[in-house]
């Protein structure tokens, strides 16, 4: 802290979002989707590194038009992302992280398409959700990387991000500022 700086104007600055510049090459040859995404994205100061590379990977592998961050960790109504059609609906309900089955279920009201991308324990997650009583648990899928491919990606992690993504044959390629990463995504509908 300065010289003369109130002690609440430093507190408040060091519990603010992070900004992160993220400049992706996507190229989804499972889904025929090629872009070059230019993303700035705040980091919410309780969200791990780990949450951070998982939403930009949901970010990426969801890519449609209509896609948009929502207000994340600081709105607990709505998911990470959502793919809204053109009168503003939400088709597309995607969460980040490990959700109760309640908010899943809750999911499946809300949208035609609930997609979960977990951080963490998905094989626990997946369990869960298949023994709650979910509404149409055949449109929700929990997606998930290996702890070796989010792991590389976490350690690859900066605020002025450079990735290219390609998706092929339910493999993930990520050149994330240098780092070569590679790992399977694995994709389980719960119906």
Request: some cysteine; charged content about 25%.
């Amino acid at each position: 802290m300065g010289t003369g700086e109130p002690m609440w104007q430093a507190v408040t600055m060091a519990i603010g979002a992070t900004i992160h510049r993220f400049v992706i090459e996507l190229s989804d040859l499972d889904r025929g989707v090629f872009e070059t995404l230019d993303l700035r994205v705040a980091r919410h100061p309780s969200e791990s590194a780990r949450f951070l590379v998982m939403r930009m990977l949901a970010r990426c592998l969801e890519h449609e038009e209509g896609i948009e961050f929502t207000g994340g960790l600081s709105d607990v109504e709505l998911p990470a992302l959502v793919i809204r059609d053109l009168q503003g609906g939400m088709s597309a309900w995607i969460e980040v992280g490990v959700p109760a089955s309640k908010r899943v279920h809750k999911a499946t009201s809300r949208a035609d398409r609930v997609v979960i991308y977990a951080h963490k324990q998905a094989d626990h997650l997946i369990a869960t959700l298949r023994q709650a009583e979910l509404r149409r648990a055949d449109q929700v899928t929990v997606v998930y990387v290996d702890d070796e491919t989010i792991d590389a990606l976490e350690a690859a992690l900066d605020r002025a991000a450079k990735w290219s993504v390609t998706l092929s044959d339910g493999t993930l390629y990520v050149e994330a500022n240098g780092a070569s990463i590679v790992g399977p995504l694995y994709r389980v509908v719960l119906g």
